[in-house]
């Protein structure tokens, strides 16, 4: 079985622009979550859509936007790029739908690093 | 905010040494996730606990639940270079698998 994809595996950018970022999920899974990680601040949560629907939304501006298709498929959006926005994008998938969340573990991507010049 | 805060930062041993790293918070949570993260990758998760005073080992590696299900610890016994990595704690709430709390992380290195 295939991981989770994450495409491009670099990117360098300007302050001011807007970028996208890929996720293609496990297959199977249908709850697709965003994490951001940075030296300073970690891993955080940025949101999670399950069956094309935003489920969980972490606190970040609202220049950070996200959609699923169809087909699981996610893709993360940064508009009006500040220099603060660069860093590790992680992206997850998982089966879980509800109950215990033991059997249904985070898969990570191996993220998207941005730098913002 | 940080919630979690993990213990030490960093840790650099020799082979064949034991650590504990260790993960605190002020906040219950109902799961407690440990991943290891290694460079240029993404985490990878180790171990999923969810009730208090929980056990779980996993050859070398033993983990912990508080029994309050604040608090988390990792123990590794003979380490290896092979375990040399970003250590990170993770809490969950009841309701949701995907949105967790990440610790501040423990990176290890061990040496031959």
């Known amino acids: 079985k295939a991981g989770v994809t994450q495409t491009p595996r670099y990117l360098i950018k300007t302050r001011g622009q807007q970028v996208t970022l890929s996720c293609s999920p496990i297959s199977g899974h249908r709850s697709v979550s965003w994490y951001q990680q940075t030296p300073g601040q970690g891993l955080q949560f940025l949101f999670e859509?399950?069956?094309?629907?935003?489920?969980n939304k972490g606190n970040f501006p609202g220049r950070f936007s996200g959609r699923q298709f169809s087909n699981s498929r996610s893709e993360m959006n940064v508009s009006t790029l500040e220099l603060g926005d660069s860093a590790l994008y992680l992206c997850?998938?998982?089966?879980?739908?509800?109950?215990?969340?033991?059997?249904?573990?985070?898969?990570f991507g191996n993220g998207t690093r941005l730098t913002v010049t | 905010t940080q919630l979690l805060e993990q213990s030490p930062q960093f840790l650099s041993i020799q082979e064949g040494e034991n650590l504990t790293v260790y993960c605190n918070s002020s906040?219950?949570?109902?799961?407690l996730q440990w991943y290891r993260q290694e460079p240029g990758e993404g985490p990878v998760l180790l171990v999923t606990v969810v009730t208090g005073g929980e056990v779980k080992k996993l050859k070398r590696l033993t983990f912990q639940f508080g029994d309050a299900r604040k608090d988390s610890s990792l123990h590794i016994t003979a380490a290896q270079p092979g375990d040399t990595g970003l250590y990170l704690c993770?809490?969950?709430?009841?309701?949701?698998?995907?949105?967790?709390?990440f610790g501040t992380g423990t990176r290890l290195q061990v040496t031959l």
């Open positions: 859509y399950f069956s094309e629907t935003q489920r």
């Open positions: 993770a809490g969950g709430r009841a309701g949701t698998a995907s949105k967790l709390t």
């Open positions: 906040s219950v949570f109902s799961s």
């Open positions: 997850a998938s998982s089966s879980w739908d509800r109950g215990y969340v033991g059997n249904s573990p985070l898969h």
